[in-house]
């Protein structure tokens, strides 16, 4: 069997492959697409071009492919079209697994980020491939730019409330990809993924103290403060406005929920919060 792994030398593409092959996966059975070839030149596995918005270079990455790791764009907007080329392509080549890295609660979230992963699941739905749907949570490693803010000010403000996120390392979701990507049995399931456990923003606070060494206290802003702030910072409105909707999101539980499941199919604990942090640092 011979793996694609797309967005390979993004941060959680570099992490599939080397769990696959941490897993037991012959590096020559995977393959790592990229825009810039170059910059997959440390990852040990054969690197060929591929290019979300270039049809042709997703079909020739895609010769004597079996399954594939289809890691969603960064490209907020864009998304969709460039799914859709990717599950094009891998309908026509006959693929036997398409995993997808999705969104939590994907086809029922009101969370800003949540439709583009939607209509991507649909697509895929649509195309008939036999695909695995991992709805990602939020990666502990989103947090490093809040981290050193709050290292400098002391402060971590967000308009989150009491909001909870289950985060996890991109370590522990990668691992997650590889074992549906290496296992047979995932085909047609929709795994819903976060970490053990569901913190608040005052415990972040809390973990952030402790990595950093100095007092960092949680300041909850109202939509019009964070908006205010955000706008002091310099940031366009576009900018704010999902920064925003992304905050009201996660302050209405779109990022709470975990089950155990992402720990059950890795075979250990997820990574807890301060040690997500600290190796992010």
Do not use: C
């Given at each position: 069997?011979?793996?694609?792994?797309?967005?390979?030398?993004?941060?959680?593409?570099?992490?599939?492959i080397a769990?696959l092959?941490?897993?037991?996966?012959?590096?020559?059975?995977?393959?790592?697409?990229?825009?810039?070839?170059?910059?997959?030149?440390?990852?040990?596995?054969?690197?060929?071009?591929?290019?979300?918005?270039?049809?042709?270079?997703?079909?020739?990455?895609?010769?004597?492919?079996?399954?594939?790791?289809?890691?969603?764009?960064?490209?907020?907007?864009?998304?969709?079209?460039?799914?859709?080329?990717?599950?094009?392509?891998?309908?026509?080549?006959?693929?036997?697994?398409?995993?997808?890295?999705s969104?939590?609660?994907?086809s029922?979230?009101?969370?800003?980020?949540?439709p583009?992963?939607?209509?991507?699941?649909?697509?895929?739905?649509?195309?008939?491939?036999?695909?695995?749907?991992?709805r990602?949570?939020?990666?502990?490693?989103?947090?490093?730019?809040d981290?050193?803010?709050?290292?400098?000010?002391?402060?971590?403000?967000?308009?989150?409330?009491?909001?909870?996120?289950?985060?996890?390392?991109?370590?522990?979701?990668?691992?997650?990809?590889?074992?549906?990507?290496?296992?047979?049995?995932?085909i047609?399931?929709?795994?819903?993924?976060?970490?053990?456990?569901?913190?608040?923003y005052?415990?972040?606070?809390?973990?952030?103290?402790?990595?950093?060494?100095?007092?960092?206290a949680?300041?909850?802003?109202?939509?019009?403060?964070?908006?205010?702030?955000?706008?002091?910072?310099?940031?366009?409105?576009?900018?704010?406005?999902?920064?925003?909707?992304?905050?009201?999101?996660?302050?209405?539980?779109?990022?709470?929920?975990?089950?155990?499941?992402?720990?059950r199919?890795?075979?250990?604990?997820?990574?807890?919060?301060?040690?997500g942090?600290?190796a992010?640092?």
């Open positions: 069997m011979t793996t694609l792994v797309t967005g390979a030398t993004g941060n959680l593409g570099r992490l599939i769990s092959i941490e897993r037991g996966a012959d590096p020559q059975s995977i393959v790592a697409g990229a825009r810039d070839v170059a910059k997959g030149a440390d990852l040990g596995v054969r690197v060929v071009h591929l290019d979300y918005a270039d049809p042709a270079s997703i079909a020739a990455a895609l010769e004597g492919v079996d399954s594939v790791a289809l890691v969603s764009g960064s490209e907020v907007g864009q998304r969709v079209a460039q799914h859709q080329a990717v599950i094009d392509a891998a309908k026509t080549a006959g693929i036997t697994k398409l995993v997808y890295t969104a939590p609660k994907a029922t979230s009101d969370l800003v980020l949540a583009e992963h939607k209509a991507t699941e649909e697509l895929i739905a649509a195309s008939g491939v036999p695909a695995v749907i991992l990602n949570n939020w990666y502990t490693e989103n947090y490093v730019a981290l050193r803010r709050a290292a400098e000010t002391g402060v971590l403000a967000a308009g989150v409330g009491e909001g909870r996120v289950a985060s996890a390392s991109r370590k522990d979701f990668a691992d997650a990809a590889a074992v549906v990507l290496l296992e047979d049995g995932h047609g399931q929709v795994y819903e993924l976060g970490g053990d456990v569901a913190w608040s005052g415990e972040l606070a809390s973990a952030m103290s402790e990595v950093s060494g100095r007092p960092v949680y300041q909850a802003l109202t939509a019009e403060e964070q908006s205010a702030a955000l706008e002091a910072a310099g940031l366009d409105a576009g900018t704010i406005g999902f920064v925003v909707a992304l905050d009201a999101g996660i302050r209405g539980g779109a990022l709470a929920d975990t089950d155990g499941t992402l720990a199919l890795i075979g250990r604990s997820t990574t807890p919060l301060v040690d942090l600290r992010a640092a």
